[in-house]
């Protein structure tokens, strides 16, 4: 079973506890717009139906009813504690080898992105994961674990991996020598030169003691979060793509199969014209370094609340649902990531007045659509209701870009 659906609305909760507390003691570690960011990915995650574990367990349930390999027995608590280990062992070196080889940097590098360290970043995921992460954990499949205690033991992973993203929890003592704590997880995701490359576990930090990985958060060395060569952007399409981009681009400069190879499974760092950009391993100067932070109105701001709440309920209620059919389903899907587009330029600073309007005609057309061909009456009330708010935005939103 997979428990991250169910364990979704905890983390919203648990994210408004979390800003609600910053503020009370004033140490918030929440922006609008970076915050709007990771949960736009997050629900992007969610809406394409990748938020669960991803294809992997279909894949294993598919091979081990077809071939009928021999498998652990479930109704054992020997068979879910080895597995829980087992998969934390794999997951270490999916996660290691995801920032040291350039293909698989290319998925992980979405989660990295914030230039914040809280709750929301937990939740800022990769959409491509699902197409390679799998392959890491064949090993499991072949020493017999089932897969229905495969995708469980991995959801309880993650979840356990949300409550280590937050600034506010010091070190844990005698935990921290066993288990991934906020404190050594803090140190992964900061890119100074002394932590890059840092504390790989999900659960274990172990691992990282083992091989040779382990650095313990520094006392005179205050972590910067991010990625080297940032995006300077918060369009999560961008965000997604920008390695695979860097990656079509490293392959044009020698088309050979062996470049394409190369390429692809090059360290995070390599390309063929001694260019590191878009890396772990390129350049940081602690002292030049600046959010991407631009200053908009509150207005926008708003704006952008009123899009994450819509596409959060979208992604959180109405798919899970069932009530959309497949094509319905891809449609909103295209519709939601044009909505993140726009709104991210938004935040971006950027003039996006025409291409919002012509969004919500496109929004529209569809709308009426949804009227004659009588989908679920009101679904086609709710995206009523969702036209209106927009459309009184706009006049307001034309009057921000011109101020």
């Known amino acids: 079973m997979d ?97 040291e080889r350039q293909i698989f940097w290319a998925s992980h590098v979405a989660h990295h992105q914030s230039e914040e360290y809280n709750l929301s970043t937990a939740l800022r995921q990769t959409g491509t994961g699902f197409l390679i992460t799998w392959v890491f954990y064949i090993p499991l499949f072949v020493i017999g674990v089932p897969s229905y205690v495969f995708v469980s033991v991995a959801s309880i992973n993650l979840i356990y991996q949300f409550w280590v993203h937050t600034k506010h929890i010091g070190k844990l003592g005698f935990y921290e020598l066993i288990f991934v704590t906020p404190s050594n997880h803090r140190v992964h995701h900061a890119i100074n030169d002394e932590y890059v490359d840092k504390n790989y576990g999900g659960v274990f930090i172990i691992w990282d003691r083992l091989f040779g990985t ?36 490293d392959m044009k400069m020698e088309i050979t199969s062996g470049n394409f190879f190369r390429v692809l499974i090059a360290r995070t760092g390599w390309s063929p014209d001694g260019s590191k950009h878009g ?96 989908l679920e009456i009101y679904l086609t009330y709710g995206l009523a209701l969702y036209l209106l708010l927009n459309l009184i935005f706009i006049p307001f939103l034309s009057k921000a870009v011109s101020n």
């Open 214 to 249: 382990f650095q313990e958060e520094l006392e005179d060395e205050e972590c910067v979060y991010g990625i080297r060569g940032p995006i300077k952007t918060f369009n999560p399409v961008w965000a997604n793509l920008h390695i695979y981009f860097k990656i079509l681009q």
């Open 3 to 99: 428990y991250v659906a169910l364990a979704v609305p905890f983390f919203l909760l648990a994210i408004l506890v979390e800003l609600i507390y910053g503020w009370a003691i004033k140490k918030n570690t929440y922006r609008i717009n970076d915050t709007v960011s990771s949960l736009f990915m997050g629900s992007l995650r969610g809406t394409s139906g990748i938020l669960k574990i991803g294809i992997g367990g279909t894949i294993f349930y598919i091979i081990e009813t077809e071939f009928s390999l021999w498998r652990m027995d479930d109704t054992n608590i020997l068979t879910w504690v080895f597995a829980f280990v087992a998969y934390d062992f794999f997951y270490y070196w999916f996660h290691r080898i995801s920032h």
């Open 279 to 374: 890396s772990t391993k390129e350049a940081f100067n602690k002292q030049e370094f600046k959010k991407h932070d631009p200053k908009v109105s509150s207005v926008i701001s708003i704006y952008a609340l009123l899009q994450l709440l819509v596409l959060s309920s979208i992604s959180v209620v109405l798919y899970p649902s069932g009530l959309l059919g497949y094509f319905e389903g891809v449609v909103l899907l295209l519709m939601i990531i044009l909505t993140m587009y726009c709104t991210s330029r938004w935040l971006d600073g950027k003039s996006n007045l025409i291409l919002e309007i012509g969004r919500i005609g496109l929004f529209m057309i569809i709308g009426m659509l949804m009227f004659l061909i009588d």
